[in-house]
């Protein structure tokens, strides 16, 4: 069992920043590959981006590539998910997931996080 909890959402203009972190718990987290995913209001939930179990290899969403950036610590349980240059249209919430494979696809992770709001105003 893994325990994920979401963290650094907020309010914020467009054109700034902002870094979600997810803190795991319970078992090995440098197991499992982690992945963000997000969910507007009156829409599904989408994929931003994942990350392999020992972080050399990204993949992204082609609406967040370039101002997006995940990453993880290992010896911290954690994984993060920078945001720059925000937009209006990435106010969400915003979900990290664990599971065996850094996936677009959310069946693959068998672990989600309770999500945190992430609002930008024009």
């Known amino acids: 069992q893994v325990q994920l909890v979401e963290s650094g959402g907020g309010l914020v203009q467009a054109g700034g920043s902002l870094r979600l972190s997810c803190a795991a718990s319970g078992r090995t987290f440098s197991s499992y590959a982690m992945g963000w995913f997000r969910q507007a209001p009156g829409k599904e939930r989408e994929f931003v981006a994942a990350?392999?179990?020992?972080?050399?290899?990204?993949y992204y969403a082609a609406s967040v590539k370039g101002r997006f950036t995940i990453s993880r610590d290992n010896a911290k349980n954690t994984v993060y998910l920078q945001m720059n240059n925000l937009k209006p249209e990435d106010t969400a919430v915003y979900y990290c997931?664990?599971?065996?494979?850094?996936?677009?696809?959310?069946?693959?992770?068998?672990?989600w996080g309770q999500g945190t709001q992430v609002t930008v105003s024009s």
């Open positions: 990350i392999r179990r020992s972080g050399g290899i990204t």
């Open positions: 997931a664990a599971g065996s494979a850094a996936t677009m696809r959310m069946r693959e992770y068998d672990y």
